[in-house]
């Protein structure tokens, strides 16, 4: 016991003085017959009215006296009882006596504190602590926010009303621990945990279910503060809120944002989190015996991804509409979570891509079963709208190796995959393997570059001829006459690779976002072009420029002011550009087409369509866009060369006389479709004929030669 | 010391020492001077008990300091230990350690706990038939009865489970005298009086001088000096409400110990604010609950 330890010699004299200095009485009673004050502090003597000398030897009986129980002075225990001192000079005052012994002395240390300080003191605390707990209690009796208060433990010594409402119990139920049986027994656990903290003097919070009176389930958050009571230990005081609406609200959005709205599969983000979570796992392929590929599975977990796009979908939402290819999307989702195994996992990427997740799969042929029964089950006929459909799709394989670092570098396998089985004919799967992600590699290599030639000229512009093939309208034959028009066709020459083929790298800047700066790089040079052979060839300049556009940039609201800025940049009217765009790309969507096309007609430009014939043009739609040119596809012309009829040709032909446009015929290599197409009475047409591809200063030369041979008509027409 | 004895004991006391006689048992002083002194021995046999209730008094005191000292009575740490995972405090099972077993009783049941043991009460053979059960009784119904009283609950219990040692320490110092005694009386008023006749005190005061020699606060033996009073005088309104609380225990405990018997006006003792449905409320529910606090106390 720390009361045994002696205080070091120096600290006597101190420890004299400061009982001395004491407010209050002290006493030092010598054993003996009777017992016997041995000294006392001033606040004693003050008490006893005498000095500390005349008291020294005085019975203690003289002095004090005592209520009832054992003995006062008790030769090893602590005595404390009422009694009251009587002074030298006949007054009496009531004390609270504590008589300690004095180990291994036949002494005792007694104090006495008035009465009224000591009871005063302890009531005026206690009233203070009843009046604060008082206060405390009324506050969070009109709390709103339940609120909660311990004793020990986890019994609790009030609830407010509030919690009471909560629960639907009342106050008294729910005190002690009646409060306990009311949470989710899952939750048990966590509550206690969280009383624990607060028990032990730190803040702490958890979100549990509260089963009601009603039967109900409320979500509560409990958030516990300690509490400590002086001589009683620690408790908690708490406040319990209902956050049942908004975490279920939360849950909801959490869901949404993690699943698709359609098909209620697991979306994009929720594939990403899903498979980095796969690809943390350990692998199982040792145990399996399995043996991986040289590049995949080898040294990744037992997971592979398959990578699903459904061919040919657009043609189903366009021909039978959008609620028809969500339909379709619902069946193809149904069916693939039927045939995954337990444990995999089906999620929408977006649009119509699927991502298979599977797991267990140790190599490339139990991904490629896997692969054969997911594609077999989407093939499989369905109706759509009263439309019995045929859906394909094609896929990609690609399982977890080494070499992948996360979600993304898994998915790209998988999606090169599928662009491979794509490439094979779709409706089949491909497994991603070295020569595929080459292909892949290749094509991002190519991709980088492009971008560098758009940005540094690389890409350059050819220009190809188109003639008159009709008489001179005026009769007037020796005049010369201006060249109708010249296209301008992209041309790049790969500084390792080569001339790359336009078909290649215009489709490479469709599918990568390049196809805006392509057709604006185009622009420029060919209206400079332009400008330059104004200047130099005066009224043999080519009376037209034909650009062509991509589909995509039909829906592109800043066409318009590319071109104009094009034109205004280098001097050109509008009325000398024209925008050749194909067939197909107009009939993918009419209305948008159209309204791009009015905008362009409006700034002075004309419009041209190309290819035409090979599309499925609505004539209805034809007759209504705001077109001047059509142009006839060149397989079309190709069929006079051989001694067909060119019924096809002829039909454009008429089509376009009669709707007021002019025909321009492609693809002319033989004197003899020339003299065909001028006998249909096609007004204008390009070939190697006349000219291949020429660069600006060519097409220059090209145009003073043919101006320097007489007769125009005879230079025009081979025949 | 021995001259020191206090001017009011009681009538018919004699010094022991001065008397120079043996052991008289009809003496009332002798078996308490008996009394106080085996609890002078205690500090001795169970040191840590006696520093526990030494420390509980600290208002600074933390549960992993007392824990700490727990630890070197492996008895009193054990039934610590099943206590705070009995049901009455809702964690069963779940207290592991020994400063969370102090920080979920509280310190005052510790001090409780620890003076039980520093008093040498263990299990049934050492206190007498249905002691246990009855003070679980009353420390649970004193709980319950706290929050419509507005006394403190934790210091209800406590009192309620304490309030009885006088009597376990009668059982052990006098057994043969005092087990016909219990014998010999039906209810709490005439052991009370028959405990006066023989040792010229009741249990309850001999449990308020203990819990002073041990240095409760003074507002509990006080209580319980209130409570001795009792009938022949009626706790008063102010500043005795935890006496009435203990009292109306008292009764819920009789009610169950002796369903037959005549039933106690709870509503005159309590000032209206308790009736016989709120007593036979806890008479139902009580027992259940103090049934768990007994397996942990005896073990």
Same mark, same amino acid.
């Given at each position: 016991?720390?009361?045994?330890?002696?205080?070091?010699?120096?600290?006597?004299?101190?420890?004299?003085?400061?009982?001395?200095?004491?407010?209050?009485?002290?006493?030092?009673?010598?054993?003996?017959?009777?017992?016997?004050?041995?000294?006392?502090?001033?606040?004693?003597?003050?008490?006893?009215?005498?000095?500390?000398?005349?008291?020294?030897?005085?019975?203690?009986?003289?002095?004090?006296?005592?209520?009832?129980?054992?003995?006062?002075?008790?030769?090893?225990?602590?005595?404390?009882?009422?009694?009251?001192?009587?002074?030298?000079?006949?007054?009496?005052?009531?004390?609270?006596?504590?008589?300690?012994?004095?180990?291994?002395?036949?002494?005792?240390?007694?104090?006495?504190?008035?009465?009224?300080?000591?009871?005063?003191?302890?009531?005026?605390?206690?009233?203070?602590?009843?009046?604060?707990?008082?206060?405390?209690?009324?506050?969070?009796?009109?709390?709103?926010?339940?609120?909660?208060?311990?004793?020990?433990?986890?019994?609790?010594?009030?609830?407010?009303?509030?919690?009471?409402?909560?629960?639907?119990?009342?106050?008294?139920?729910?005190?002690?621990?009646?409060?306990?049986?009311?949470?989710?027994?899952?939750?048990?656990?966590?509550?206690?945990?969280?009383?624990?903290?607060?028990?032990?003097?730190?803040?702490?919070?958890?979100?549990?279910?509260?089963?009601?009176?009603?039967?109900?389930?409320?979500?509560?958050?409990?958030?516990?503060?300690?509490?400590?009571?002086?001589?009683?230990?620690?408790?908690?005081?708490?406040?319990?809120?209902?956050?049942?609406?908004?975490?279920?609200?939360?849950?909801?959005?959490?869901?949404?944002?993690?699943?698709?709205?359609?098909?209620?599969?697991?979306?994009?983000?929720?594939?990403?989190?899903?498979?980095?979570?796969?690809?943390?796992?350990?692998?199982?392929?040792?145990?399996?015996?399995?043996?991986?590929?040289?590049?995949?599975?080898?040294?990744?977990?037992?997971?592979?991804?398959?990578?699903?796009?459904?061919?040919?979908?657009?043609?189903?939402?366009?021909?039978?509409?959008?609620?028809?290819?969500?339909?379709?999307?619902?069946?193809?989702?149904?069916?693939?979570?039927?045939?995954?195994?337990?444990?995999?996992?089906?999620?929408?990427?977006?649009?119509?891509?699927?991502?298979?997740?599977?797991?267990?799969?140790?190599?490339?042929?139990?991904?490629?079963?896997?692969?054969?029964?997911?594609?077999?089950?989407?093939?499989?006929?369905?109706?759509?709208?009263?439309?019995?459909?045929?859906?394909?799709?094609?896929?990609?394989?690609?399982?977890?190796?080494?070499?992948?670092?996360?979600?993304?570098?898994?998915?790209?396998?998988?999606?090169?995959?599928?662009?491979?089985?794509?490439?094979?004919?779709?409706?089949?799967?491909?497994?991603?393997?070295?020569?595929?992600?080459?292909?892949?590699?290749?094509?991002?290599?190519?991709?980088?570059?492009?971008?560098?030639?758009?940005?540094?000229?690389?890409?350059?512009?050819?220009?190809?001829?188109?003639?008159?093939?009709?008489?001179?309208?005026?009769?007037?034959?020796?005049?010369?006459?201006?060249?109708?028009?010249?296209?301008?066709?992209?041309?790049?020459?790969?500084?390792?690779?080569?001339?790359?083929?336009?078909?290649?790298?215009?489709?490479?800047?469709?599918?990568?976002?390049?196809?805006?700066?392509?057709?604006?790089?185009?622009?420029?040079?060919?209206?400079?072009?332009?400008?330059?052979?104004?200047?130099?060839?005066?009224?043999?300049?080519?009376?037209?420029?034909?650009?062509?556009?991509?589909?995509?940039?039909?829906?592109?609201?800043?066409?318009?002011?590319?071109?104009?800025?094009?034109?205004?940049?280098?001097?050109?009217?509008?009325?000398?550009?024209?925008?050749?765009?194909?067939?197909?790309?107009?009939?993918?969507?009419?209305?948008?087409?159209?309204?791009?096309?009015?905008?362009?007609?409006?700034?002075?430009?004309?419009?041209?369509?190309?290819?035409?014939?090979?599309?499925?043009?609505?004539?209805?739609?034809?007759?209504?866009?705001?077109?001047?040119?059509?142009?006839?596809?060149?397989?079309?012309?190709?069929?006079?060369?051989?001694?067909?009829?060119?019924?096809?040709?002829?039909?454009?032909?008429?089509?376009?006389?009669?709707?007021?446009?002019?025909?321009?015929?492609?693809?002319?290599?033989?004197?003899?479709?020339?003299?065909?197409?001028?006998?249909?009475?096609?007004?204008?047409?390009?070939?190697?004929?006349?000219?291949?591809?020429?660069?600006?200063?060519?097409?220059?030369?090209?145009?003073?030669?043919?101006?320097?041979?007489?007769?125009?008509?005879?230079?025009?027409?081979?025949? | 010391?021995?001259?020191?004895?206090?001017?009011?004991?009681?009538?018919?006391?004699?010094?022991?020492?001065?008397?120079?006689?043996?052991?008289?048992?009809?003496?009332?002083?002798?078996?308490?001077?008996?009394?106080?002194?085996?609890?002078?021995?205690?500090?001795?046999?169970?040191?840590?008990?006696?520093?526990?209730?030494?420390?509980?008094?600290?208002?600074?005191?933390?549960?992993?300091?007392?824990?700490?000292?727990?630890?070197?009575?492996?008895?009193?740490?054990?039934?610590?230990?099943?206590?705070?995972?009995?049901?009455?405090?809702?964690?069963?099972?779940?207290?592991?350690?020994?400063?969370?077993?102090?920080?979920?009783?509280?310190?005052?049941? #510790?001090?409780? *706990?620890?003076?039980? !043991?520093? +008093?040498?009460?263990? $299990?049934?053979? =050492?206190? &007498? @038939?249905?002691?246990?059960?009855?003070?679980?009784?009353?420390?649970?119904?004193?709980?319950?009865?706290?929050?419509?009283?507005?006394?403190?609950?934790?210091?209800?219990?406590?009192?309620?489970?304490?309030?009885?040692?006088?009597?376990?320490?009668?059982?052990?110092?006098?057994?043969?005298?005092?087990?016909?005694?219990?014998?010999?009386?039906?209810?709490?008023?005439?052991?009370?009086?028959?405990?006066?006749?023989?040792?010229?005190?009741?249990?309850?005061?001999?449990?308020?001088?203990?819990?002073?020699?041990?240095?409760?606060?003074?507002?509990?033996?006080?209580?319980?000096?209130?409570?001795?009073?009792?009938?022949?005088?009626?706790?008063?309104?102010?500043?005795?409400?935890?006496? #009435?609380?203990? *009292?109306?225990?008292? !009764?819920? +405990?009789?009610?169950? $110990?002796?369903? =037959?018997? &005549? @039933?106690?006006?709870?509503?005159?003792?309590?000032?209206?604010?308790?009736?016989?449905?709120?007593?036979?409320?806890?008479?139902?529910?009580?027992?259940?609950?103090?049934?768990?606090?007994?397996?942990?106390?005896?073990?």
């Amino acid at each position: 016991m720390s009361g045994t330890d002696a205080p070091p010699e120096d600290c006597r004299e101190a420890l004299q003085h400061a009982a001395a200095m004491s407010d209050s009485a002290l006493l030092l009673v010598r054993d003996g017959e009777p017992p016997s004050i041995a000294w006392l502090n001033p606040a004693a003597a003050d008490l006893l009215a005498r000095d500390t000398t005349s008291a020294a030897g005085v019975p203690l009986a003289a002095v004090l006296t005592w209520s009832a129980g054992a003995p006062l002075l008790h030769q090893v225990r602590t005595q404390r009882r009422p009694g009251v001192l009587t002074g030298a000079d006949g007054s009496a005052h009531a004390v609270e006596i504590t008589a300690h012994p004095v180990p291994g002395q036949a002494m005792w240390a007694v104090t006495a504190v008035p009465e009224h300080d000591a009871v005063g003191r302890g009531r005026a605390h206690a009233e203070a602590a009843e009046a604060a707990e008082h206060r405390f209690l009324a506050l969070t009796e009109q709390n709103p926010v339940p609120t909660v208060l311990s004793d020990v433990g986890m019994r609790l010594a009030h609830v407010n009303d509030a919690f009471a409402r909560l629960t639907g119990l009342p106050v008294g139920s729910l005190l002690g621990t009646g409060w306990l049986r009311l949470v989710d027994p899952d939750d048990l656990d966590a509550v206690i945990d969280c009383a624990r903290q607060a028990l032990e003097g730190t803040h702490a919070d958890v979100v549990v279910g509260f089963s009601t009176v009603d039967g109900g389930r409320r979500l509560v958050h409990l958030r516990l503060a300690p509490a400590h009571t002086p001589g009683h230990g620690p408790s908690f005081v708490g406040t319990a809120e209902d956050v049942t609406e908004r975490l279920v609200f939360e849950q909801q959005l959490a869901y949404q944002a993690r699943h698709d709205a359609l098909t209620g599969l697991p979306n994009r983000a929720a594939l990403f989190e899903q498979l980095q979570q796969s690809l943390a796992r350990p692998t199982a392929m040792a145990g399996n015996g399995g043996t991986p590929t040289p590049t995949a599975g080898a040294g990744g977990p037992d997971v592979a991804v398959l990578f699903l796009d459904l061919d040919n979908f657009k043609t189903i939402n366009d021909s039978l509409g959008h609620d028809a290819g969500d339909s379709m999307l619902v069946e193809v989702a149904r069916r693939l979570r039927g045939a995954v195994r337990d444990g995999d996992v089906v999620t929408r990427m977006g649009g119509d891509e699927f991502v298979v997740v599977c797991h267990g799969v140790v190599d490339d042929a139990e991904a490629e079963v896997l692969a054969r029964r997911v594609l077999d089950v989407c093939t499989r006929p369905l109706t759509v709208n009263d439309v019995l459909v045929h859906p394909s799709a094609s896929m990609g394989v690609a399982r977890a190796g080494a070499g992948h670092g996360g979600a993304q570098d898994l998915l790209r396998d998988a999606d090169i995959a599928m662009y491979d089985a794509k490439a094979r004919g779709k409706n089949r799967f491909a497994v991603c393997d070295e020569r595929s992600r080459d292909v892949a590699r290749d094509t991002l290599q190519l991709l980088a570059d492009l971008r560098v030639a758009i940005d540094s000229g690389q890409v350059t512009v050819a220009y190809q001829p188109v003639v008159h093939l009709g008489p001179v309208p005026d009769g007037d034959e020796s005049a010369p006459r201006p060249l109708p028009a010249v296209e301008a066709l992209a041309r790049w020459e790969h500084p390792t690779r080569g001339p790359v083929p336009p078909t290649e790298f215009v489709a490479l800047a469709e599918g990568h976002q390049l196809i805006t700066s392509l057709t604006a790089h185009v622009l420029d040079v060919a209206c400079a072009q332009m400008a330059r052979w104004r200047e130099d060839l005066g009224p043999l300049a080519p009376a037209r420029l034909n650009v062509n556009l991509s589909a995509l940039q039909l829906g592109d609201p800043r066409l318009l002011g590319t071109v104009t800025q094009a034109l205004e940049r280098h001097g050109v009217p509008a009325t000398g550009l024209c925008l050749e765009i194909t067939e197909s790309a107009i009939m993918a969507d009419p209305v948008a087409s159209r309204d791009t096309l009015v905008s362009l007609r409006r700034a002075g430009i004309s419009v041209a369509i190309d290819d035409f014939g090979v599309g499925y043009s609505s004539l209805a739609y034809l007759q209504h866009l705001p077109v001047d040119h059509l142009k006839i596809d060149r397989s079309f012309v190709a069929e006079l060369a051989t001694g067909g009829e060119g019924v096809v040709a002829a039909a454009v032909i008429s089509l376009a006389r009669a709707l007021g446009l002019s025909a321009v015929a492609e693809g002319v290599e033989e004197p003899v479709q020339a003299a065909r197409l001028r006998q249909l009475g096609c007004e204008l047409g390009q070939g190697w004929l006349w000219a291949r591809a020429l660069t600006g200063d060519e097409l220059g030369d090209w145009v003073r030669a043919r101006s320097d041979r007489a007769e125009p008509a005879t230079a025009e027409d081979p025949s | 010391m021995s001259v020191w004895r206090d001017a009011t004991t009681l009538p018919g006391s004699v010094d022991p020492v001065a008397d120079g006689g043996p052991w008289d048992a009809g003496r009332g002083v002798v078996v308490l001077e008996e009394l106080l002194a085996r609890l002078d021995q205690v500090p001795a046999q169970r040191p840590v008990a006696h520093q526990i209730v030494r420390m509980t008094r600290d208002d600074d005191m933390s549960a992993r300091r007392l824990a700490a000292v727990l630890g070197a009575d492996a008895p009193l740490t054990a039934r610590l230990m099943r206590l705070a995972n009995s049901a009455y405090y809702g964690l069963s099972g779940r207290v592991r350690t020994v400063p969370f077993a102090v920080t979920v009783l509280g310190f005052t049941t #510790v001090r409780s *706990l620890a003076l039980a !043991a520093a +008093a040498g009460l263990g $299990a049934h053979d =050492t206190v &007498p @038939p249905g002691f246990w059960h009855r003070s679980a009784c009353t420390a649970v119904a004193a709980a319950e009865l706290a929050r419509p009283l507005k006394v403190n609950a934790p210091d209800a219990f406590c009192l309620g489970l304490l309030v009885g040692i006088g009597q376990a320490l009668l059982h052990r110092v006098d057994h043969d005298a005092y087990v016909e005694l219990l014998d010999a009386t039906t209810d709490r008023v005439s052991l009370l009086e028959a405990e006066r006749a023989r040792y010229g005190a009741s249990h309850v005061s001999v449990s308020a001088t203990a819990l002073s020699a041990w240095a409760f606060p003074p507002d509990m033996p006080a209580t319980l000096r209130v409570v001795d009073r009792w009938p022949a005088s009626r706790p008063t309104e102010n500043g005795e409400t935890a006496a #009435v609380c203990l *009292l109306l225990a008292g !009764a819920v +405990a009789e009610r169950i $110990a002796d369903p =037959t018997g &005549p @039933p106690q006006d709870v509503r005159h003792l309590s000032g209206g604010r308790i009736g016989p449905d709120d007593v036979a409320s806890l008479v139902r529910r009580v027992p259940a609950m103090a049934a768990d606090l007994v397996r942990a106390v005896t073990g």
